[in-house]
T-cell receptor
Framework: AQSVTQLGSHVSVSEGALVLLRCNYS??????LFWYVQYPNQGLQLLLK??????LVKGINGFEAEFKKSETSFHLTKPSAHMSDAAEYFC?????????????FGAGTRLFVKA | GAVVSQHPSWVICKSGTSVKIECRSL??????MFWYRQFPKQSLMLMAT?????????EQGVEKDKFLINHASLTLSTLTVTSAHPEDSSFYIC??????????????FGPGTRLTVT
């Protein structure tokens, strides 16, 4: 079975500061890992994903995440926060043997960016 | 990237009525579509997976007779909430994946439909 734990339902950073959103997963088979962003009353937008290969994954809007198998983690980072980054972020896991489509989402972390 | 639309974006209906939500893939053939439900300030919960031309597969605890899913074409899936009740009020999001021109598309999400049952 797969599960996702996002540490911290709310994270607040100052504009220009480092963004770190934590995600740990549990999977009995090799996982695909995803980070999505959701703005109010909108659907989800894929930020980045890990399937195979390089463990440091770069996504859109300056975000990146590193797959650490030994720590079962896939934390999302961005060196310098912008006001426009304020949104809800979801980490998700999917078994690789489903083609990445049987997706289990974490509870989400709301990012606040202070001016 | 590929575009998935949903219609309507929001709907208010009276208790006991049924409401249909459409999910369309605009520029690719969606062989598989997913329906999620999201309660306020919570995560997405997968309700069902539908493959074009076959019956949907529902997740445990989701009433198939209440949430009717039809995936009759490669670009359209519909979710009908039958005999809606206030507890069915939620944000419903679809996603789609498929192939086009030999490429396999990742899962693209629609913008969601806000259902309020009064």
């Amino acid at each position: 079975a797969q599960s996702v734990t996002q540490l911290g339902s709310h994270v607040s950073v100052s504009e220009g500061a480092l963004v770190l959103l934590r995600c740990n997963y549990s999977s009995s088979v090799p996982p695909y890992l995803f980070w999505y962003v959701q703005y109010p009353n909108q659907g989800l937008q894929l930020l980045l994903k890990y399937t195979t290969g390089a463990t440091l994954v770069k996504g859109i809007n300056g975000f990146e995440a590193e797959f650490k198998k030994s720590e079962t983690s896939f934390h999302l980072t961005k060196p310098s926060a912008h006001m426009s980054d304020a949104a809800e972020y979801f980490c998700a896991v999917s078994p690789a043997n489903t083609g990445g489509f049987k997706t289990i989402f974490g509870a989400g972390t709301r990012l606040f960016v202070k001016a | 990237g590929a575009v998935v639309s949903q219609h309507p974006s929001w709907v208010i209906c009276k208790s006991g009525t049924s409401v249909k939500i459409e999910c369309r893939s605009l520029d690719f053939q969606a062989t598989t579509m997913f329906w999620y439900r999201q309660f306020p300030k919570q995560s997405l919960m997968l309700m069902a997976t539908s493959n074009e031309g076959s019956k949907a597969t529902y997740e445990q605890g989701v009433e198939k007779d209440k949430f009717l899913i039809n995936h009759a074409s490669l670009t359209l899936s519909t979710l009908t909430v039958t005999s809606a009740h206030p507890e069915d009020s939620s944000f419903y999001i679809c996603s789609a994946t498929g192939t086009s021109g030999g490429l396999t598309y990742e899962q693209y999400f629609g913008p969601g439909t806000r259902l309020t049952v009064t």
